[in-house]
């Protein structure tokens, strides 16, 4: 459950849902909300801190935070997931480096606003 809370709040804040400066619900309130134990959005918490994603303030609360170019930092490290994810599948396929390629640019171009 700590890892699905920490994933949620990630990819609102990649997805630019959330903000920097929005505050967050408090540990006790989300705990309550997602009939977790407070100890388990503690340590999301935590963590999402230590990696820059939120900051919390002594008697205040936990915000997001005003990190400049965080989403996009998150988007491309989603971005190397997947295309990890891919040259996997690639590879398990039996699927030579050019072929992936010429698939992947066959897609941007699928992709493409036409005018």
Partial sequence: MY????????????????????????????????????????RAY?????????????????FIADAQGLAKDMRLAQLDTHLAAAGEIARSLGMAEPELIERLRSALTQQEPTS
């Fill in 46 to 62: 935590l963590d999402l801190e230590s990696e820059g994603v939120i900051v919390t303030r002594h008697g205040k609360g936990s």
């Fill in 3 to 42: 890892l699905q809370i920490v994933e949620q709040i990630r990819q609102r804040v990649a997805a630019g849902d959330w903000e920097a400066g929005l505050e967050l619900p408090s540990i006790r309130t989300l705990a309550a909300n997602l009939r977790v134990s407070v100890i388990t959005v503690k």
